[in-house]
Each structure stands twice: as structure tokens, then as C-alpha cells.
């Protein structure tokens, strides 16, 4: 996984340090940032077992109520706004789904409420998880979810209109100082889980609508969260 974007922060904090050593003065207190990302590995890569052939190429959802868990105290909230989680294979790594400013603390991991928007109040805008009337551009109906893959060789689409409140914990907890300290909570989707039947030795067909109640809750289920930090207090 590439971290280009973590490499330029290192470099910007390592030589704001190296200034500040020069200086006799105290480097300006920045607020700390939280950033929410999005990964989905291995995508575009064939997944086997038996006679069956999935691979994933793209995922969104909409989210809102994002906030960092903080242990022992309240959660860090963003402020409330309707957010595109999107991950499309063959363009980057991970796409930035939300970023804001949090005070200084100890977090232990992310929560936010995956959501359908109402079809008479949403003025969103994406053919996954918007169907318009092409002739009036009346919404006709929403979703919260959209996968797009390939199973045995067929293009597919799953959308799902489930709404829920998730939380994923980070592997250890990460203390950020009261200043210029960053974290990145970055979702991992894994995808090979999401069609996996119950007995794990088989893909279930996206297709299906018997399965679209299992699918979605491994969705849900199936994701995990990797951390970046910078200036953490140890």
C-alpha cells in the first residue's frame, strides 16, 4: 500500500522540527487533524473456490455522523454532513472520505451511521445510489450501498438500502498530544468475505435476492480499520 501522502506529511513535520530546533522561538500550535479514508485490497483480483469466480472493482456508501472514539470520554464528532465513501479500482490506493480538526487524547476507534437518503428530500447526485427519471430527473428511488464486481464472468451490481450505526476499533490506541498531532483511521473493506456463504466454501450470487440480507450484513461486518499517526505521544 502506497503512503505518498503520509511520506509529504513526515517530510513537512520533520522540517518544521528542524526549523523550530534552529529558532528560538516555540513552533505554532496547529490543531490536531483526523482524516477518515477508504481501501478496498485486492480489488480487481480474481477470488476462487470451486466453480466460482468473484472479484470487486468499485464500492460506495454513503455515510454521516462521523466521530473518533476516545477512551473513556465522549467521541470526537465531525460536523454533520452526508458523505461519499467511494473506492474505484485502478485509480489510487485509498480515496480521503472526510477530514476535520480533534482536540489532544487517547482514541480507540471510528463510528458512523451508513444512510439511505429519502428519495423526496435528497438532492444527491450518483447513478449507483440515485435512480432518476431520465425524462423529469425525479428520484425514484436511493440506496445506501453500491458494490460493483465481477462474478463467474458477469458483470454485477449490489446495492443495498440499509441503514446503520457501525463502530470499528482500532488495533491499539493511539494518544495524540494537544497540538499538531494527525491521525488517519483508514476503512479496510474486505470484499472476499462479503459474498462468502455461511459455510465458508462458497460465493453466494450477488444476483440472488435471497442473499441480499446475508451480503449486506457481512458488508457491515467485514471491514477493519488501519491507523497512521504522526507526532502520537508514546
Known amino acids: 500500500m502506497k503512503t505518498s501522502g503520509v511520506n509529504s506529511l513526515l517530510i513537512v513535520v520533520t522540517a518544521a522540527s528542524f526549523a523550530a530546533c534552529l529558532s528560538t522561538t516555540e513552533p505554532p500550535k ?30 460506495k456508501m454513503l455515510i454521516d455522523m462521523i466521530s473518533v472514539k476516545k477512551l473513556g470520554q465522549e467521541d470526537e464528532k465531525f460536523e454533520p454532513k452526508l458523505r461519499l465513501a467511494s473506492y474505484v479500482f485502478g485509480f489510487a ?13 487517547k482514541f480507540n476507534g471510528v463510528r458512523y451511521s451508513v444512510i439511505r437518503p429519502l428519495p423526496q428530500l435528497t438532492d444527491f447526485n450518483d447513478a449507483d445510489l ?15 450501498i453500491s458494490v460493483t464486481g465481477i462474478y463467474n464472468r458477469k458483470l454485477f451490481r449490489f446495492r443495498s438500502k440499509v ?29 472476499k468475505q462479503w459474498f462468502l456463504n455461511s459455510a465458508g466454501n462458497g460465493i453466494l450470487d450477488p444476483a440472488d435476492p435471497n442473499n441480499r440480507g446475508q451480503i449486506e450484513e457481512s458488508i457491515l461486518n467485514y471491514f477493519d480499520v488501519f491507523t497512521i499517526s504522526v507526532g502520537e505521544v508514546q
Open 93 to 105: 490506493d485509498f480515496y480521503v472520505v472526510g477530514t476535520g480538526t480533534v482536540s489532544g487524547g
Open 130 to 144: 440515485v435512480e432518476r427519471d431520465p425524462q423529469t430527473g425525479t428520484v425514484i428511488d436511493t440506496y445506501s
Open 163 to 191: 441503514s446503520r450505526t457501525v463502530q470499528y476499533g482500532f488495533s491499539r490506541d493511539v494518544q495524540l498530544p494537544d497540538f499538531n498531532g494527525y491521525l488517519e483511521a483508514r476503512l479496510r473493506g474486505n470484499w
Open 30 to 59: 496547529q490543531p490536531n487533524v483526523f482524516s477518515l479514508s477508504i481501501t478496498i485490497p485486492d480489488a480487481g483480483q480474481d477470488y476462487f473456490i470451486r466453480n466460482d469466480t468473484l472479484t470487486v472493482v468499485g464500492y
